[in-house]
């Protein structure tokens, strides 16, 4: 990807203010392999939008040099949808956490992979709610205690790789933090990507989640790129993102190029460029009586 201005480095997309999160926190390896891919691929500040949601790793968009909007608890996709309709040409990220992502945000989740809307979404899965300090989220394991379940969680965690691709994600991920390569080449991968792309990204909780900690990930997370996985297999992408014990799969699980986004099958996108760029189709009288009818 040529961008006609100089090449930058992970350090250029640095926003001068530090994180505030936990030493240790794995979105530290989030932000530091999202920087790095926007380098890789040669973008410019101004050609990013990150938008977020709620919850820890929901600040991110104030740690990168780029634009950002934090938004609303579990809107980001929404949020990011109309940006990227109206400015096609941004390369449009969200980044949030699987609570705010699977649980609030879960009914917008399904209905952007299933439109594949031209979206990187990058979620920091925790497995916990940390922002309000520890309690189950949609991903925490069966019987996990926290401060909401003290006898256990009762409650079946969701599978958001397999809900991706079978809603319609054409470019479905599952990294960890603490390998800052790898979870830079799939998130690379993700933006290249045309269409809809999520990564799903093990970043553990140090104060609040002990169970899924660093020491965890690294006893069992194995990469598909190592197994002979084939991401254009829909049906094994399935069945290797069902599988959790002692082996964890991580890599790109599927991968889909011959589906269109919405943006491409939307003819008032088709000519004319962005829509943020175009005049308004509206004269100046009737853009007055817009006005005074909403004031």
Known sequence: MTTGSA??????????????????????????????ACAELGLQPH????????????????YINAYGAHTLHGRSLAVATGAKLANHDLTDVATRGDGDGYGIGGNHFTHTARRNIDITYIVMNNQIYGLTTGQISPTSRLGMKTKSTPFGNVETPLNPLTQAIMNGATYVARAYSGDIRHTTALIRGAIEHKGFALVDVFS???????????????????????QGHDPRDWKAACERAMEWGDTINIGLFFQGDDIETLGQREPVLEKGGPIAHRDLAVTDEQREKIVRRMM
């Open 7 to 36: 090449q930058l480095t992970a350090a250029n997309f640095r926003s001068g203010i530090n994180p505030d999160w936990c030493p240790g926190c794995g979105d530290f390896g989030v932000l530091n392999s999202l920087q790095r």
């Open 204 to 226: 553990p909780c140090v104060t609040f989640n002990l169970d899924n900690s660093h020491d965890f990930f690294k006893q069992r997370v194995s990469k598909l790129e190592e």
């Open 47 to 62: 050609q990013i939008l990150t938008v977020s949601g709620i919850g820890c790793s929901s600040n991110l968009p104030g």
